[in-house]
């Protein structure tokens, strides 16, 4: 006869609870992609089966900065306590102890007496007051880990139960953080490409309006002219308006060889396949004299005046012709979002490098705008109001960074926009980021 050893009957009671609390959690935080019921699903299985309290902190793309989508206790005056305590006293990053702590170490912490002796390390006497008034007797901090990156952190408490956390909760707060950090991650994935779906729909609705625009405008002129040199024109036209009829045409022409331009770049860089440059040895302000008089016509029509400020030349090595792109790319923009308000480019040499500003003073971007408008596609105004592709920023900025520069902006709504490139003058020849 075979023999079985059997379990001691505690161990199969700890075993069979923490099969069943992993069961429940994985059935309750892949019942959803939406991030807000995936959250809140998770704090209804800390709490009450293994904590009074549940906390999810989780950074943002920033990496730099934590928010707490989940403070959870019975007693929504205790939550608001906690709220207000994380609002005046933040987590700070690079402490030795607490939340940051275990995110870059990507390690739990377990403290199964906290008490009045833990609240009395906070080092302000509010800090320590509020902890007091909680009355935790137990913490534990839990990473939250998905794809090898710490995304956050989980902590669960005790107070009112009296409980004191020991090794095998720690275990399941553990595979609780595991899995909600799995399920944090989808539904983060999913929303994400639900963005990318919309916005490729958008510039799809877009590229096609503003492709047919110029179109339309040289379907209309180039007739009128034809049938000028041929005769069967029942008017008389002006010289300055078959000046006006050629300077527009060349703007259309100029416009629909920018959008090809964007599109190849950009399919380009999807692809994965990086842009290459040609450097040679020039100065950027002779470019950018040679680039504002290409906008002369468009400046006007747009009753702006586009100045110049350079005290000296600016000799570098770098792209001719993706500077240019650069310049004509932020100036366009400048045009487009401030007409008839004047444009201001700077340039001006530094020991090693030289910055290139170009500030307008027109509708100004938001500051919650101003990281997202160099991705590709993404735009901080209605299609319906400005036309455009949403690439040029995403563009502009691979080309900065291939010369080992860096692109920024500064502006407030409603106050204009300030776009800065810093370039070093001595580009070797390089690799993309
Ligand atoms: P597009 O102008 O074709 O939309 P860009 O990539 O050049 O695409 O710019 C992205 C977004 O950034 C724009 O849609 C607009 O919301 C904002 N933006 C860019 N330049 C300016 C500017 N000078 N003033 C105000 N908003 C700007």
């Known amino acids: 006869m075979k023999f079985v050893r059997k379990k001691p009957h505690f161990a199969l009671d700890l075993a069979e609870k923490r099969s069943a609390f992993i069961e429940k959690a994985c059935s309750a935080l892949t ?8 959250l809140n699903q998770a704090a209804s299985i800390g709490i009450p089966d293994l904590a009074d309290w549940c906390i999810v902190d989780l950074l943002l793309e920033d990496q730099q900065t934590l928010y707490q989508p989940v403070i959870a206790h019975s007693d929504p005056a205790h939550v608001e306590r906690v709220r207000e305590l994380r609002r005046k006293f933040p987590p700070v ?28 390390t906070a080092p302000a006497a509010e800090h320590r007051a509020i902890l007091m008034s909680l009355d935790i007797r137990s913490i534990m901090l839990v990473p939250l880990i998905a794809r090898g990156v710490a995304i956050g952190s989980l902590t669960l408490a005790t107070s009112e139960s009296g409980r004191n956390f020991n090794a095998s909760d720690l275990s399941m707060a553990e595979a609780l953080g595991r899995i909600a950090a799995l399920a ?4 983060r994935l999913y929303t994400k490409s639900q963005r990318a779906i919309q916005l490729r729909d958008e510039f799809l609705t877009v590229a096609s309006h503003e492709l047919s625009t110029p179109m339309t405008s040289l379907r209309l002129q180039l ?25 527009n045409s060349d703007l ?10 964007e599109l190849l770049d950009i399919s380009r860089i999807n692809s994965g396949k990086p842009l290459t440059l040609d450097l040679s040895l020039f100065d950027l302000v002779d470019l950018a004299i040679e680039v504002r008089s290409r906008f002369e016509f468009e400046a006007k029509k747009q009753g702006c005046e586009i100045l110049i400020h350079a005290k000296e030349k600016v000799i570098g090595r770098w792209d001719r012709s993706r500077l240019d792109q650069v310049i004509v790319n932020l100036i366009s923009n400048a045009l487009k979002y401030a007409p ?9 040499p530094q020991s090693d490098h030289v910055v290139l500003t170009v500030r307008d003073f027109g509708i100004g971007i938001a500051l919650e705008d101003q990281v997202r408008i160099f991705k590709k596609f993404e735009r901080a105004v209605s299609a319906r109001q400005y036309g455009g592709l949403g690439l040029g920023l995403a ?26 490139v810093d370039l070093p003058t001595n580009v070797m020849s390089r690799a993309p980021r």
């Open 252 to 261: 259309q022409l100029a416009r629909l060889a920018q959008l090809v331009q």
């Open 93 to 120: 990053l690079g402490t030795l102890q607490g939340v940051w702590s275990v995110i870059q170490n990507q390690k739990s912490v377990i403290l199964p007496v906290a008490g009045e002796q833990w609240a009395m």
């Open 395 to 420: 563009i502009t900025e691979s080309i900065v960074h291939l010369h080992g520069g860096r692109i920024s902006v500064e502006s407030q709504e409603g106050q204009g926009a300030l776009f800065k």
């Open 31 to 38: 019942s959803s992609l939406d991030l807000n019921v995936t």
């Open 340 to 348: 008839g308000k004047p444009v201001e480019i700077s340039i001006s």
């Open 223 to 247: 007739p009128i002219l034809n049938r000028y040199l041929t005769g069967n024109l029942p008017f008389k036209l002006s010289d300055e308006q078959l000046k006006s009829i050629i300077h």
């Open 184 to 187: 944090i991650d989808n539904s």
